[in-house]
């Protein structure tokens, strides 16, 4: 079989396996899990097997003419090179583990059938962006994702939470999604084809005539979808959806989509240093920002949501110094390790019964209740926090090589300015990052109190895919000296100066936050309360208001969690000494949403109540008065028609008589004049 052929399969098999499961979850319930996880599985192999004969050698290229347009045309083309072949192994093997876990997790969901079939379908999209050679057809995998994102945050619909997250990150993407279509017009104008070989064709030779427009036109979309400053602030509140979703989404999906798609046509953005120093600058905001606003938040799922925009963030800065190896680098890096984190993040949620971390800093015993989830966790933020040898430190240090040799002059492809403002953001962001790491590890594993509630043991197809993604995020990043030929070629090793200085930070900040917790919990210290009376026998003691029922399944446990409320603050929480004044801010994502609010919202809203007053007050007036006048002379015409023939003969003799008045009248001054 061709490796093109195989290439068509790869986002076929989800896409097959979507629709099948759709139409037999009711029928036949018992195909549903091996129909979501086997064309997952199989696609993960096959892009294996393309991105094995690929080798990071020649792009493959292969089309068909879509549709005739009359002008630009549309075609149905695959283009892979290397950075292709090797983010679609990351999809498909991340998609995998997602689905086995699901069954798990979600082990008696009633909406399990229609939850795999939308999994399915959104990794199908992915990969559909990943291959497609033709920007419109990657226009399709990128709208679908964001309706399939719509529905798997929706998942709990019952929830409040569930269904203002769904909705927030439908609009907020496309808020974005607008001025990208724009973009993509403009630039296929520009280049006369919509083939990304085509495209950067027409940027080598200067065929762009208006680069900087079509380039931060662009960029919207990409804020959008990879959940960059200004539009960012969904990706906190989508973390109402099922944890597998949340891994799905952060790890190889929608959030990497518009990383992989400025990789993709990296030359369009370095036509203009103005889009570089913007993207530069939004890469340094986004950093620093989700690092503060991380370190204050007491949802463990909202901590790893503003990781992830911190280390989209270096992606992105990445990129704004020209380097997308080091970019793509980081991007499968991360999806190994922060796929690991938040399905290691479901088991904790399930085993202490609570997402806050407040909770679970007043519970001990937790590490003894899910062992494989401590452990693998523990592998996860370590990769976060970039300490070698693990694999956020390789690919974080590419992102800081590219940034130093932008900033010192050594390469040119972007200013300098964008070089230096990346490794400052950078290096100041894995102070922030260590710290938030320590923190979460510290009020999760290391707690003092009652006991964790028993949910027994958990399932093996949870704790399989914990192991299965420890590995990567361990090891994948000593493969960065094999890996050249895929990345451009470029180098991918760190340097003394960046791994010095980018490890020294990290070390210092997990060092001082728990310094930090060791003081606060040494002064906080009291003689130990009294024992309580042991309960009555046959006795059951109700859970805490802010833990789900001990006896749920995860799924259960996690949708109860977002309904339950959230303990007070823990005295000992080292964020919040580390941060003093900037604790409340950062906890509220610096109130962005309520500027969002003020600047968009209620002008929105109240030019709506103008609308409607006006419909209502002003043309259903006219309206209504039309009606009540036609009205009114229907009453007046019905008095006059009594049936009385006399009355009918009265009425016509007197008015014959007026107008035989009237035209005498009317004569006679005819005369006089």
Not at 30 to 55: D, E, H, I, N
Request: aromatic content about 8%; charged content about 10%.
């Amino acid at each position: 079989m061709t490796t093109t052929t195989l290439a068509v399969l790869v986002p076929l098999l989800p896409f097959l396996g979507s629709a099948a499961g759709l139409l037999l979850g009711r029928t036949a319930p018992g195909f549903v899990r091996p129909l979501a996880v086997l064309p997952t599985l199989a696609a993960a192999v096959l892009a294996a097997v393309v991105a094995s004969r690929q080798g990071g050698g020649t792009a493959i290229d292969a089309s068909t003419q879509l549709t005739p347009t009359g002008s630009v045309p549309i075609d149905l083309a695959l283009h892979i090179d290397g950075f292709a072949a090797l983010v679609a192994v990351l999809v498909g093997v991340v998609a995998t583990c997602v689905q086995v876990y699901s069954t798990g997790y979600l082990r008696h969901d009633p909406r399990y059938p229609s939850y795999a079939a939308l999994v399915s379908l959104f990794t199908a999209a992915m990969l559909l962006v990943v291959y497609s050679g033709d920007l419109m057809v990657l226009l399709v995998g990128w709208e679908i994702m964001g309706i399939c994102s719509y529905f798997l945050v929706g998942h709990y619909w019952e929830t409040p939470e569930a269904r203002s997250a769904s909705l927030k990150a439908f609009l907020v993407t496309k808020l974005g999604d607008v001025p990208f279509l724009i973009g993509l017009f403009a630039l296929a104008t520009d280049a006369g084809t919509f083939r990304i070989t085509g495209v950067l064709g027409a940027v080598a030779s200067g065929g762009l005539d208006h680069p900087t427009l079509v380039a931060l036109l662009l960029l919207a979309g990409v804020a959008g979808k990879s959940a960059q400053f200004p539009l960012h602030t969904w990706l906190p509140d989508a973390m109402a959806g099922p944890t597998p979703v949340s891994a799905l989404i952060h790890a190889a999906t929608m959030v990497a989509a518009g990383i992989y798609f400025v990789a993709r046509l990296l030359p369009v953005f370095t036509a203009s240093a103005a889009a570089l120093t913007v993207l530069a600058v939004m890469a340094g905001v986004t950093m620093v920002g989700s690092g503060l606003a991380a370190l204050a938040q007491d949802d463990i799922k909202r901590v790893l949501a503003y990781s992830t925009i911190g280390q989209l963030g270096y992606m992105a800065g990445a990129l704004a110094v020209g380097d997308r190896g080091a970019a793509v680098f980081h991007l499968m890096s991360h999806g190994a390790f922060k796929a690991l984190l938040f399905l290691a993040a479901g088991a904790v949620i399930h085993a202490a019964g609570t997402n806050s971390l407040s909770a679970m800093s007043r519970m001990s015993g937790l590490t003894r209740r899910v062992p494989d989830a401590y452990w693998t966790m523990t592998v996860g933020l370590l990769a976060l926090a970039a300490i070698p040898p693990f694999a956020g430190f390789f690919s974080k240090e590419a992102v800081l090589v590219a940034a130093e040799h932008t900033a010192t002059g050594e390469r040119t492809l972007a200013p300098a300015g964008a070089g230096w403002i990346v490794l400052v953001a950078g290096l100041l962001t894995a102070l922030l990052t260590a710290a938030y790491a320590m923190r979460l590890w510290l009020l999760a594993f290391r707690g003092r109190g009652a006991e964790a509630p028993d949910h027994g043991r958990q399932p093996i197809a949870m704790t399989t895919v914990l192991w299965v993604l420890a590995i990567p995020s361990l090891g994948f990043g000593l493969s960065a000296a094999y890996l050249d030929d895929w990345f451009d070629g470029h180098p991918l090793t760190p340097t003394l100066t960046t791994a010095v200085l980018g490890t020294g930070l990290a070390v210092v900040g997990a060092a001082v936050t728990y310094a930090v917790r060791r003081s606060l919990t040494a002064k906080l210290a009291a003689p130990a309360p009294l024992p309580a009376e042991p309960a009555a026998a046959g006795a059951v003691t109700a859970p805490a208001p802010h833990v789900a029922h001990p006896d749920a399944e995860a799924g259960q446990v996690e949708a109860e969690a977002l309904d339950l409320p959230h303990p007070a603050a823990d005295p000992a929480d080292p964020g919040r000494a580390l941060l003093g004044p900037l604790h409340r801010p950062a906890a509220a994502g610096f109130h962005l949403d309520a500027v969002y609010r003020a600047a968009f919202v209620r002008p929105v809203l109240a030019a709506a109540s103008l609308v409607q007053f006006l419909d209502r007050e002003v043309v259903d007036t006219y309206v209504r008065g039309a009606g009540a006048g036609a009205r009114g002379l229907g009453r007046l015409v019905r008095r006059a028609q009594t049936g009385n023939v006399q009355t009918y003969l009265s009425a016509l003799l007197a008015g014959s008589v007026v107008l035989a008045i009237v035209a005498v009248v009317l004569a006679n001054a005819a005369a006089g004049a």
